[in-house]
């Protein structure tokens, strides 16, 4: 307990659930996917975050993803792999929103994350996880950005790190995996086709998975902290 009396807690996650069946999994051990072949969603103690933290901290803290962390699957902070992703910049586009009929359009600039995309998010978070869980080594099949992503927070872990990629896939990400020590395979084959074998295996969309991270919801906190003076967001695209 803190100081205030409320209960302090790095993480408030609870279990991983599958996005198909439901089905729950322990969270505090190595999952992937569920036994349906389906993604594994994180689920967090929301009432007991409601109920110890004050949403001015998050406001307070440095900006960077880790400022969510009560909402991220990392149990410690001594086990955060980090290359310092913040927070990137909201850009307003007046005369393509005019163009498209809306008052107050907004550009997330997420180019300027580690990696160059947001996808950068998610690994950060994923193999934080994944190196907590004590795995020494992911696989993940892709078609470019997640794997360069992947490849560079798992160097950055001391992970062994392999990465397959379409042989069409964009040269700057096979080049991002090279320099990152990844064992990098092209194929003639799309990512479905794709099975591991020894290796802790990472999805694709890995934003959406539990264990993998949710990167791309954390980009939605940053925005609902930001925004939060001029009312919540009609609609998001990415």
Partial sequence: MGSSGREQRFSYL??????????KYDAHVPQ???ACGSPLLARYDL???????DRQVFRDREPTLWRYHE???VQSPEMVVSLGEGMTPL???PRMGAAMGLRNLLMKDEGLLPTGTFKARGAAVGVSRANELGIPAIAMPTNGNAGAAWAIYAARAGMQATIVMPVDAPE???AECAISGARLYLVDGLIPA?????????LPDGERAGQQGLGWWKGRYSLVTRLERFGLAGWMFA
């Avoid at 609870?14 to 089905?23: P, V």
């Avoid at 794709?194 to 990472?202: A, D, K, L, Q, T």
């Fill in 172 to 174: 700057i990400t096979r």
């Fill in 32 to 34: 992937s996917v569920c």
């Fill in 71 to 73: 909402l991220l699957p």
């Fill in 91 to 93: 850009l307003r586009l």
């Fill in 14 to 23: 609870s279990f991983l659930e599958c996005s198909r069946c439901q089905e």
């Fill in 47 to 53: 009432p007991g975050i409601a109920q110890n933290v």
């Fill in 194 to 202: 794709f099975r591991s074998s020894g290796w802790f295996r990472c």
